[in-house]
């Protein structure tokens, strides 16, 4: 019996900070056509897909809905998986970074880099956007601030 080239595909992992939309589905149709096309060319393939489930934002929207964010994330990573399961995508595996099994894994490749010295206790002073979840420098806030002014006019 011939051995099978392996073939490894995955999606974004959909963040649940909202009720599931058109991308989290284009994606992850997208995805399992190719799946499905290497492994009509015989190749063995496991497709994971997923959900990411921290983030000020849940942390927030959970908070106004008068839940925890576990539970908030329940509902919507839900939707998320029925969303794949109604459109028959082949997924092998469909991963929540709340599993106690990814966690583990984040904490043993955390423990590694801090030992290494990679990861460091500090402070970070910076303009944070809680909405798209980032840190921006002086300079991109004022090319935004200008923009959004000129765009005003």
């Known amino acids: 019996m011939c051995k099978k080239d392996k073939y490894y595909i995955t999606t974004a992992i959909a963040y649940t900070s909202r009720k599931p939309h058109i991308g989290n589905s284009y994606e992850i149709v997208l995805t399992d056509a190719i799946a499905r096309y290497k492994r009509m060319l015989g190749y063995d393939v496991f497709f ?13 929207y959970a908070q106004a809905e008068g839940c925890t964010p576990k539970e908030y ?3 919507v990573a839900g939707e998320i998986r029925a969303i794949c399961d109604v459109l028959n995508t082949s997924y092998d595996y469909f991963i929540r970074t709340t599993d106690a099994n990814h966690e ?16 460091y206790k500090g402070s ?4 944070y956007c809680t909405p798209c979840e980032s840190f921006w420098t ?5 090319l935004t601030e200008n923009a959004l002014t000129a765009a005003a006019k």
């Open 138 to 142: 002086e300079r991109v806030s004022l």
């Open 48 to 60: 994971q897909t997923g959900t990411d489930e921290h983030g000020q934002k849940i942390e927030m």
């Open 104 to 119: 583990r894994a984040v904490q043993k490749i955390f423990k590694k880099l801090y030992e290494q010295g990679d990861i």
């Open 73 to 75: 994330v329940d509902k």
């Open 124 to 127: 970070y002073e910076g303009l």
